[in-house]
């Protein structure tokens, strides 16, 4: 079966496992947050690995740099709506450690992939 580039970098696999980490986490969230901050977690969790992909497709650096930028910018997102939960009582501090600390590493590793689209 062909494999697309995207499928191979780390980034994308780090982007896949918090979307699927995020999913997990937020179906323990009260049933009044499904189209509030639920909705918000899940859209932009899954916004990261989809910029990714259609970054790494597009043919200019310029067009891969801007997908990459919103990648990021999603990914910090991520983390503002888990502060949030963290507030809410949504989600314990073990929780939001362990968030934290995913999303720390993806967001070093698109930014390290953006600076090296720029060069």
Same mark, same amino acid.
């Given at each position: 079966?062909? %494999?697309?580039?995207f499928e191979k970098l780390e980034i994308w696999?780090?982007?896949?496992?918090? @979307?699927?980490?995020?999913?997990?986490?937020?179906?323990?969230?009260?049933?009044?947050?499904?189209?509030?901050?639920? !909705?918000?977690?899940?859209?932009? @969790?899954? *916004?990261?690995?989809?910029?990714? @992909? %259609?970054?790494?497709?597009?043919? !200019?650096?310029?067009?891969?740099?801007?997908?990459?930028?919103?990648?990021?910018?999603?990914?910090?997102?991520?983390?503002?709506?888990?502060?949030? *939960?963290? %507030?809410?009582?949504?989600?314990?501090? *073990? %929780?939001?450690?362990?968030?934290?600390?995913?999303?720390?590493?993806? !967001?070093?590793?698109?930014?390290?992939?953006?600076?090296?689209?720029?060069?």
């Open positions: 079966m062909h %494999e697309y580039n696999k780090l982007a896949i496992q918090l @979307a699927v980490n995020v999913y997990k986490t937020t179906k323990k969230f009260p049933e009044e947050e499904k189209f509030g901050l639920v !909705s918000q977690l899940r859209r932009s @969790a899954s *916004s990261i690995s989809t910029n990714i @992909a %259609e970054g790494v497709a597009r043919f !200019s650096s310029k067009d891969k740099a801007r997908f990459i930028e919103i990648a990021y910018g999603s990914t910090i997102e991520v983390l503002n709506h888990f502060l949030l *939960s963290k %507030e809410l009582q949504f989600i314990d501090e *073990s %929780e939001l450690v362990f968030y934290r600390e995913t999303i720390n590493e993806l !967001s070093n590793k698109i930014n390290a992939f953006y600076k090296n689209l720029k060069n």
